[in-house]
């Protein structure tokens, strides 16, 4: 069983940022997928950002030349760097896994999740 912590969310005034973190533990293995979703009230649960062990990357139309993924595959943690952030970026905020670094990118099936961390853009 993989346990997935996320952290960093909080407030922000629109146009600025915020760097979230997962950071994962037990049984990973060696090559694995992570990634990105959010929620915010009332609407669907969006695929946000994804990126496996070989590095490959996957960004919603979105969040495209705003959010930046990356990882410390030595301490197993996920990075989400959000830029110019708007309103309509508010959601919960979700780490995912999969112990399997093919099952990657926004349209898959993850097997787990971590709690979620808000983030709210307002002024």
């Known amino acids: 069983q993989v346990q997935l912590v996320e952290s960093g969310g909080g407030s922000v005034q629109p146009g600025g940022s915020l760097k979230l973190s997962c950071a994962a533990s037990g049984n990973t293995g060696r090559r694995y997928c992570m990634g990105w979703f959010r929620q915010a009230p009332g609407k669907e649960r969006e695929a946000v950002a994804t990126m496996n062990t070989d590095g490959t990357t996957k960004y919603a139309d979105s969040v495209k030349g705003r959010f930046t993924v990356s990882q410390d595959r030595g301490k197993k943690i996920l990075f989400l760097q959000m830029n110019s952030l708007s309103p309509e970026d508010t959601a919960m905020y979700y780490c995912?896994?999969?112990?399997?670094?093919?099952?990657?990118?926004?349209?898959?099936?993850?097997?787990?999740w971590g709690q979620g961390t808000q983030v709210t853009v307002s002024s």
């Open positions: 995912v896994f999969n112990a399997d670094s093919f099952r990657c990118g926004l349209g898959i099936q993850y097997d787990q």
